[in-house]
């Protein structure tokens, strides 16, 4: 049963353009979503988080949206740049559950091509 | 040092045997946590340490799975009787109480 789900194993980009990586999840009790980004051999790196409370967060050219009725939540990178190649993750935890363990979506392979 | 540090960062063994892979989280993280990732897929859940409190083994997907940390720091994940589909990335994280997790480099286990 997949809880989080991504459902574009890859999406290629034109620098300067804008990235929209795309999750679902299932479990209403989801109340904190992450994002990660993983390049070949590394493990994830946070990128960005929002709070079930929010439904917008901005850092830089990162920007997650959450849609709680459609239980879908989307990651805006504008500009694309070469560098932002790497594979995306969602993730979603229970924090007002007590616990903080993380459901990971598949991964989404993004390239940002010159 | 500064980030989550994880050994071996390769282990190849044979189906049968055991293996021990250690984690050494961000110094002063409460929170420790061991996940895997099999091949194309996303990273699975297997066990999560808060503080003194009773490790959440939910995720571990038989007994043959273990894991033990000491107080806040060092924690070793112990897989007994190796089968070829324990092959995989095990990844450690720590993090401070419901905060963002720190990941390690991975381990890549291959059981052959």
């Known amino acids: 049963d997949q809880q989080v789900k991504q459902n574009s194993p890859s999406l290629s980009v034109q620098e300067g353009r804008i990235s929209i990586l795309n999750c679902d999840y299932t479990?209403?009790?989801?109340?904190?979503f992450l994002w990660y980004k993983k390049y070949p051999a590394e493990g994830p790196t946070f990128l960005i988080s929002i709070s079930s409370i929010k439904d917008k967060n901005e850092d830089g050219r990162f920007t997650v949206f959450l849609n709680k009725s459609a239980k879908h939540l989307s990651l805006h990178i504008v500009p694309s740049q070469p560098g932002d190649s790497a594979v995306y993750f969602c993730?979603?935890?229970?924090?007002?559950?007590?616990?903080?363990?993380?459901?990971f979506g598949t991964g989404t392979q993004l390239k940002v091509e010159l | 040092g500064a980030g989550v540090s994880q050994s071996p960062s390769n282990k190849v063994t044979e189906k049968g045997k055991d293996v021990e892979l250690r984690c050494d989280p961000i110094?002063?993280?409460?929170?420790l946590y061991w996940y895997r990732q099999r091949l194309g897929q996303g990273l699975e859940f297997l066990i999560y340490f808060q503080g003194n409190s009773a490790p959440d083994k939910s995720g571990l997907p038989s007994d043959r799975f273990s894991a033990e940390r000491t107080g806040e720091s060092v924690s070793t994940l112990t897989i007994q009787r190796t089968q070829q589909e324990d092959s995989a990335v095990y990844l450690c994280?720590?993090?401070?109480?419901?905060?963002?997790?720190?990941f390690g480099p991975g381990t890549r286990l291959t059981v052959l």
């Open positions: 994280a720590s993090s401070l109480a419901r905060s963002k997790q720190f």
């Open positions: 993730a979603a935890s229970e924090l007002t559950g007590g616990g903080n363990k993380l459901t």
């Open positions: 479990n209403s009790m989801f109340d904190y």
């Open positions: 110094s002063g993280h409460t929170a």
